[in-house]
């Protein structure tokens, strides 16, 4: 069965960090890119980062710009999410997602996401 | 960036009615627009790829179309499982974007 499971949510300060991971299952991870998607609470959903197959290209959205980093251990079927200099408005359901290895192609695996709450 | 609005916000049908959701775009994607469900305390399901792309396993009465700037997702013949929020997603350019969601509800 193709899956990815999300890990490492939590609470967290302002200001902390935390280090998110997506375990993928029952395909060639390698061959994949893939992506980081959030959902705060009532709201609709946000692109976060993206990374190649081989993790060479890498982009994220302004709103995480130098403080998220995104990376992938092929070797260990594995994709992060490296999230420094935390705020409130970070507090999201953050999903991993598959992309074919295509032209603007789509998401059509999803993980059931892990909840980040950024909160003193 | 490429804005995506959707319409209506939310819609309230009979089962059995037919559902009709819009997504424009601020600007030309191509075919580069796709579908999702989400159903509460779920994660988003693909049901529509490259604006008329059936997903595999998708029900036939989920369908979609459009090109360029308008796109439409149908849902022919409602039935209460498809109480859900849809969303149009486009990956023709970066940042990718997502509409604001349409919500519906099985009166």
């Known amino acids: 069965e193709v899956q990815l499971v999300e890990s490492g949510g939590g609470l967290v300060q302002p200001g902390g960090s935390l280090r998110l991971s997506c375990a993928a299952s029952?395909?060639?991870?390698?061959?994949?890119?893939m992506n980081w998607v959030r959902q705060a609470p009532g709201k609709g959903l946000e692109w976060v980062s993206y990374?190649?197959?081989?993790?060479?290209?890498?982009y994220y959205a302004d709103s995480v710009k130098g403080r998220f980093t995104i990376s992938r251990d092929n070797a260990k079927n594995s994709l992060y999410l490296q999230m420094n200099s935390l705020r409130a408005e970070d507090t999201a359901v953050y999903y991993c997602?598959?992309?074919?290895?295509?032209?603007?192609?789509?998401?059509?695996?999803w993980g059931k996401g892990t909840t980040v709450t950024v909160s003193s | 960036e490429i804005v995506l609005t959707q319409s209506p916000d939310f819609q309230s049908v009979t089962p059995k009615e037919k559902v009709t959701i819009t997504c424009r775009a601020s600007?030309?994607?191509?075919?580069?627009l796709h579908w999702y469900q989400q159903k509460p305390d779920q994660s988003p399901k693909l049901l529509i790829k490259y604006a008329s792309q059936s997903f595999s396993g998708v029900p036939s009465r989920f369908s979609g179309s459009g090109s360029g700037t308008d796109f439409t997702l149908t849902i022919n013949s409602l039935e209460a499982e498809d109480a859900a929020t849809y969303y149009c997603h486009q990956s023709s350019s970066l940042p990718k974007t997502f509409g604001q969601g349409t919500k519906v509800e099985i009166k």
């Open positions: 600007q030309s994607i191509g075919s580069s």
């Open positions: 990374i190649s197959s081989s993790g060479s290209t890498i």
């Open positions: 029952g395909f060639t991870f390698s061959s994949y890119e």
């Open positions: 997602a598959r992309e074919a290895v295509v032209v603007a192609a789509d998401m059509d695996v």
